[in-house]
């Protein structure tokens, strides 16, 4: 049985603006509005605006909140102040991702956790299993939120304008409770551009009264309306990491490149400790294939689950490839064998339907924005 894709709040207004459609992670989202080019060069250089109330909250509170967190997640949540945010994972007992996560601590025993579309309820549902035994409740509040992004340079002045909300003190990972253009918002900074931003959190009947707000304080400075296809190549850019293509139950946080992430030396016992455990000893010792940066010598574009080769062997896959308007040659991140993941490597390429075209091999990201 097919199910009909679920609508954010703001669907009527992309419709009117002209927006391209499509289903993602069973939401009907707006693709682009025009050309995603012309998106993607205005969150870099101005500001662009994204609807992503296709993200799902879930909120864990009780006294025993931060223990559930540490014991169902693999970061140290125990350890984040009040206000502030933290990028983490949640592993199965053999160590696989089921996803990467931000907590969002909201108060002494009130936190949010944000998931990705495709896994929320995979989240929700690893999170409630996992509360067993804790003094906290696990609550479902992906329909008590709608999420909508501004990015780029333009974007603290635009904000500003319409918040009188201590932006100026606003650190990077952090969010705090506040009124947006007379609508109650969390306004975080935080964002999936590689830009300064602001994700801003807010009751699904005041979305529309916000996008129109935001919209008309940034039409001095070039603010667009930014679709899906953009907030890809904005991340590819900037080398983050993308549920289900660089990151996957196949993978560990450290196989990813990103064992940082796990804590082991918070208290207690966490879900996948033993076995992230020794992925991190298997890393050290022979370091799997590591995630790098690919820049076309030629035009043609690589896609997620092309072959990259050397000498005529594969030495690694393409996890996700798309021209970059900023750099104005086709990129992909990939990950390869560690023998050829150093920068400047040569003789490096991508089999692109049989054509094995050159390729550089570069360190992430690939672009980083001037402070």
Same mark, same amino acid.
């Given at each position: 049985?097919?199910?009909?894709?679920?609508?954010?709040?703001?669907?009527? #207004?992309?419709?009117?603006?002209?927006?391209?459609?499509?289903?993602?992670?069973?939401?009907?989202?707006?693709?682009?509005?025009?050309?995603?080019? =012309?998106?993607?060069? $205005?969150?870099?250089?101005?500001?662009?605006?994204? *609807?992503?109330?296709?993200?799902?909250?879930?909120?864990?509170?009780?006294?025993?909140?931060?223990?559930?967190?540490?014991?169902?997640?693999? %970061?140290?949540?125990?350890?984040?102040?009040?206000?502030?945010?933290?990028?983490?994972?949640?592993? &199965? @007992?053999?160590?696989?991702?089921? =996803?990467?996560?931000?907590?969002?601590?909201?108060?002494?025993?009130?936190?949010?956790?944000?998931?990705?579309?495709?896994?929320?309820?995979?989240?929700?549902?690893?999170?409630?299993?996992?509360?067993?035994?804790?003094?906290?409740?696990?609550?479902?509040?992906?329909?008590?939120?709608?999420?909508?992004?501004?990015? %780029?340079?333009?974007?603290?002045?635009?904000?500003?304008?319409?918040?009188?909300?201590?932006? *100026?003190?606003?650190?990077?990972? $952090?969010?705090?409770?506040?009124?947006?253009?007379?609508?109650?918002?969390?306004?975080? &900074?935080?964002?999936?551009?590689?830009?300064?931003?602001?994700?801003?959190?807010?009751?699904?009947?005041?979305?529309?009264?916000?996008?129109?707000?935001?919209?008309?304080?940034?039409?001095?400075?070039?603010?667009?309306?930014?679709?899906?296809?953009?907030?890809?190549?904005?991340?590819?850019?900037?080398?983050?990491?993308?549920?289900?293509? @660089?990151?996957?139950?196949? #993978?560990?946080?450290?196989?990813?490149?990103?064992?940082?992430?796990?804590?082991?030396?918070?208290?207690?016992?966490?879900?996948?400790?033993?076995?992230?455990?020794?992925?991190?000893?298997?890393?050290?010792?022979?370091?799997?294939?590591? #995630?790098?940066?690919?820049?076309?010598?030629? &035009? &043609?574009?690589?896609?997620?689950?092309?072959?990259?080769?050397?000498?005529?062997?594969?030495?690694?896959?393409?996890?996700?490839?798309?021209?970059?308007?900023?750099?104005?040659?086709?990129?992909?991140?990939?990950?390869?064998?560690?023998?050829?993941?150093?920068? %400047?490597?040569?003789?490096?390429?991508?089999?692109?339907?049989?054509?094995?075209?050159?390729?550089?091999?570069?360190?992430?990201?690939?672009?980083?924005?001037?402070?």
């Amino acid at each position: 049985m097919s199910t009909a894709p679920r609508h954010t709040a703001l669907d009527a #207004l992309h419709r009117s603006l002209g927006a391209t459609m499509t289903d993602f992670a069973g939401w009907d989202m707006p693709l682009r509005y025009g050309s995603e080019r =012309d998106e993607h060069n $205005a969150v870099r250089t101005r500001a662009g605006l994204f *609807d992503l109330s296709h993200m799902g909250e879930i909120t864990v509170t009780g006294p025993g909140a931060a223990a559930l967190l540490d014991h169902a997640l693999v %970061g140290n949540i125990g350890s984040v102040g009040e206000g502030r945010a933290r990028y983490t994972m949640i592993c &199965r @007992e053999d160590g696989g991702i089921l =996803d990467d996560l931000i907590v969002y601590r909201l108060g002494e025993t009130e936190y949010m956790v944000v998931a990705n579309a495709g896994n929320a309820q995979i989240v929700l549902d690893a999170l409630v299993e996992r509360a067993t035994g804790f003094d906290a409740e696990v609550r479902d509040d992906r329909d008590a939120y709608a999420l909508i992004a501004v990015q %780029g340079p333009e974007s603290p002045g635009i904000l500003k304008s319409v918040t009188d909300a201590d932006l *100026d003190g606003l650190k990077y990972y $952090a969010g705090l409770p506040g009124t947006v253009a007379g609508v109650p918002a969390l306004i975080a &900074r935080t964002g999936y551009t590689g830009e300064d931003g602001f994700e801003l959190f807010v009751a699904p009947q005041h979305a529309e009264e916000l996008w129109r707000a935001l919209t008309a304080a940034g039409e001095g400075v070039g603010l667009v309306p930014c679709g899906l296809s953009c907030r890809d190549t904005l991340r590819l850019e900037a080398g983050m990491p993308l549920y289900g293509h @660089e990151l996957t139950t196949a #993978l560990t946080p450290f196989d990813a490149g990103l064992g940082r992430v796990v804590k082991f030396e918070k208290a207690g016992d966490f879900v996948g400790r033993a076995a992230l455990t020794a992925a991190a000893e298997r890393a050290a010792a022979a370091p799997p294939r590591k #995630l790098v940066g690919l820049i076309a010598e030629g &035009r &043609r574009v690589p896609r997620a689950g092309y072959p990259v080769v050397a000498a005529g062997k594969v030495i690694g896959e393409v996890t996700s490839g798309a021209p970059s308007p900023t750099l104005g040659k086709p990129i992909a991140i990939a990950y390869v064998d560690a023998a050829h993941a150093a920068p %400047g490597t040569e003789g490096v390429a991508v089999d692109i339907r049989g054509a094995h075209e050159p390729y550089e091999v570069v360190a992430l990201p690939f672009y980083k924005r001037q402070k």
